[in-house]
């Protein structure tokens, strides 16, 4: 990354098991996307990827913070939470894996698709993980390039 | 097939977005797990399910779903048929169950999500 500004960056906190306002900030994020006049088909794929991101902190951590910054050319979406942390990352991006819990099943998430959905959804996915302190993840969108 | 096609198929009634009904979704879905609807489908999809909760409109906020149909009896409560009235997005009701909604659909020509280009 170069020491380029973002034109716009938000930056947001996520409450960890507040389901009521769970969303929040991925609707606004698809405001602000779309008042920026980018293409609907690359907004959806940054938005899927948000709302998947909001969603795992909520489900799993304490708290978070969500910071999306908008550039010339792409989007960088950093998500911090502090929580339990995930064990085994690989493990954790494989398809069908899930340690949601049964209430958060009958909302219907826990599949264990929120990770290999973001992966698919971004250009470039880090996840930084600390068993027991929390979870950063940094997702990058490229305007004109598919993921 | 319009959205008012499809509330007459399944006699359903319109909980919010009664001003869109002329919509046409490009294909349809049916499922109570929001996980594989954001996976899987495709922008202006109608979604039918079984769950009301607000992250169901969420999920049609974040995925460009074109509406969702509430299968066997089952409502929202206010605040979720608002927060998708101020998105836009419409609701419709029906008492079939899953099964016999996308039936009744596909048996009209609706499609789903890996049968459309």
Same mark, same amino acid.
Request: negative net charge.
């Given at each position: ?8 960056? #938000? ?34 794929? =940054? ?27 792409? #989007?960088?979406?950093? =998500? ?59 997702? =990058? ?7 | ?5 499809? +509330? ?66 089952? +409502? ?11 998105? +836009? ?29």
């Amino acid at each position: 990354m170069s020491g380029e500004q973002p034109f716009i960056e #938000i930056k947001r906190s996520i409450a960890g098991g507040d389901f009521a306002i769970a969303g929040n900030i991925s609707s606004e994020t698809k405001t602000i996307l779309q008042q920026t006049g980018l293409p609907p088909v690359f907004i959806r794929r =940054v938005v899927i990827a948000c709302y998947e991101a909001e969603m795992n902190v909520v489900i799993h951590a304490y708290r978070g913070t969500f910071t999306t910054q908008i550039y010339s050319d792409r #989007i960088l979406v950093v =998500v911090d939470d502090e929580g339990p942390g995930i064990p085994d990352v690989s493990l954790a991006f494989q398809e069908g894996y899930s340690t949601a819990p049964p209430h958060i099943r009958e909302m219907g998430f826990g599949a264990g698709y929120g990770l290999s959905n973001m992966k698919k959804c971004s250009n470039q996915i880090a996840v930084d993980t600390r068993v027991g302190e929390g979870t950063r993840v940094t997702m =990058v969108f490229y305007l004109n390039s598919s993921p | 097939m319009t959205l008012r096609e499809v +509330k007459d198929l399944l006699q359903a009634d319109v909980l919010t977005g009664q001003d869109l009904l002329d919509l046409e979704p490009s294909s349809f879905c049916g499922s109570d797990l929001l996980s594989d609807v954001l996976a899987f489908t495709k922008e202006k999809t109608l979604l039918l399910s079984g769950l009301t909760n607000s992250q169901v409109i969420r999920t049609a906020e974040m995925s460009d779903l074109i509406g969702i149909v509430f299968v066997r009896g089952k +409502k929202p409560d206010s605040a979720t048929v608002e927060l998708a009235a101020i998105k +836009k997005i419409p609701l419709l009701a029906t008492r079939l169950p899953m099964f016999e909604a996308c039936g009744r659909l596909y048996q009209k020509g609706a499609r789903g999500c890996s049968e459309i280009k």
